[in-house]
C-alpha cells in the first residue's frame, strides 16, 4: 500500500527562515508515515482572474493546483505580517481554489503552525489561515494548537534545537498523522 502524501506549504521566502526550519523537522518525523512534499509557492504569480483560462493561465499556476490536488493532506507553516497571512501565502490558497468548481484544497485534512520571534507566537495568522481554510473546504486540525513564538532561541544553524520544542513538534506530528488518518482511510 502506497503512503499519503503530505504537502508543505512555507509561508516564507526567505533562504534561512524559521518555518523552513521548522518544516524541515516535521518532515522528518512525518517521512516515517507520509510521502512528504514541500510545496513550491515562490514561482507563482500573483493571481489575476483575467488570466485564469486555458490558454493564458500561467504554467506554474497549473503545476501548483495539480500538486495540491496529488496531496492526501496538507500543512501549512507560517510567519505572521502585520497580524495576518503573508501575501505569497494567501496567492497560493487563492491559486489553487480557482476555479471554485475545481478547488483543488477541497475535503483535505490540514494543520497550521504559525511561527514568530515575537510573543505572540502569530495568533493572528494563525487564526486568519483557518478563516480561510473554512471557505476552502480544508478540514482543520484544532488540538493541539500550534502558535510557536520566541523562536528565534529554539533554532539554530543546523535546525531545531530545543528540547521542548522538539518534543511538542513530535506531539503535534503524532496528532496530524491521527487526523490524516480520519479522513483518508
Given at each position: 500500500?502506497?503512503?499519503?502524501?503530505?504537502?508543505?506549504?512555507i509561508?516564507?521566502?526567505?533562504?534561512?527562515?524559521?518555518?523552513?526550519?521548522?518544516?524541515?523537522?516535521l518532515?522528518?518525523?512525518?517521512?516515517?508515515s507520509f510521502?512528504?512534499?514541500?510545496?513550491?509557492?515562490?514561482s507563482?504569480?500573483?493571481?489575476?482572474?483575467?488570466?485564469?483560462?486555458?490558454?493564458?493561465?500561467?504554467?506554474?499556476?497549473?503545476?501548483?493546483?495539480?500538486?495540491?490536488?496529488?496531496?492526501?493532506?496538507?500543512?501549512?507553516?507560517?510567519?505572521?505580517?502585520?497580524r495576518?497571512?503573508?501575501?505569497?501565502?494567501k496567492?497560493?490558497?487563492?491559486?489553487?481554489?480557482?476555479?471554485?468548481?475545481?478547488?483543488?484544497?477541497?475535503?483535505?485534512?490540514?494543520?497550521v503552525?504559525?511561527?514568530?520571534?515575537?510573543?505572540?507566537?502569530?495568533?493572528?495568522?494563525n487564526?486568519?489561515?483557518?478563516?480561510?481554510?473554512?471557505?476552502?473546504?480544508?478540514?482543520?486540525?484544532?488540538?493541539?494548537?500550534?502558535?510557536?513564538?520566541?523562536?528565534?532561541?529554539?533554532?539554530?544553524?543546523?535546525?531545531?534545537?530545543d528540547?521542548?520544542i522538539?518534543?511538542?513538534?513530535?506531539?503535534?506530528?503524532?496528532?496530524?498523522?491521527?487526523?490524516?488518518?480520519?479522513?483518508t482511510?
Open positions: 500500500m502506497d503512503k499519503k502524501s503530505i504537502g508543505i506549504v509561508g516564507s521566502l526567505r533562504q534561512d527562515s524559521f518555518c523552513k526550519k521548522i518544516a524541515a523537522y518532515s522528518g518525523l512525518l517521512s516515517e510521502t512528504v512534499a514541500f510545496m513550491d509557492i515562490g507563482l504569480s500573483m493571481y489575476n482572474q483575467d488570466l485564469d483560462n486555458d490558454s493564458d493561465a500561467p504554467v506554474e499556476w497549473k503545476r501548483f493546483r495539480r500538486e495540491i490536488k496529488e496531496q492526501d493532506a496538507v500543512l501549512f507553516i507560517t510567519p505572521e505580517y502585520n495576518s497571512m503573508p501575501p505569497v501565502l496567492n497560493a490558497l487563492d491559486i489553487a481554489s480557482r476555479p471554485m468548481s475545481e478547488n483543488a484544497w477541497s475535503g483535505k485534512p490540514g494543520a503552525i504559525s511561527v514568530t520571534p515575537g510573543k505572540t507566537g502569530g495568533f493572528g495568522v487564526q486568519h489561515l483557518r478563516q480561510s481554510a473554512t471557505c476552502l473546504n480544508i478540514y482543520m486540525m484544532q488540538k493541539p494548537e500550534a502558535y510557536i513564538g520566541g523562536v528565534a532561541d529554539l533554532v539554530d544553524a543546523n535546525g531545531v534545537s528540547p521542548g522538539q518534543e511538542f513538534l513530535r506531539e503535534f506530528a503524532a496528532a496530524f498523522a491521527d487526523w490524516i488518518n480520519r479522513f482511510a
